[in-house]
């Protein structure tokens, strides 16, 4: 069964009109952005120094639990 075409060109004006609306929104920085990462840059920091104090012969072995995490 064809679709209108009434209907098919408003379907496809609503889909280019979404599109704009949000390239726009992106653009203005108004868009909500997922996270490049999970944890943020502080969190990164106190992590690789942990990794870095950590000895493995430490009790339960520390820094192996590190080195998996990361």
Do not use: N
Not at 12 to 27: D, G, N, P, V
Not at 28 to 54: D, F, N, V, W
């Amino acid at each position: 069964m064809d679709m209108d075409p009434a209907l098919r060109l408003l379907m496809f004006s609503r889909q280019t009109k979404y599109k704009r609306h949000i390239a726009e929104l992106k653009a203005k920085g108004a868009y909500p952005q997922a996270p490049k990462r999970c944890i943020s840059g502080e969190g990164y920091t106190l992590l690789c120094e942990s990794l870095a104090k950590g000895k493995p012969a430490e009790d339960g072995a520390f820094a192996w639990q590190l080195v998996a995490c990361v």
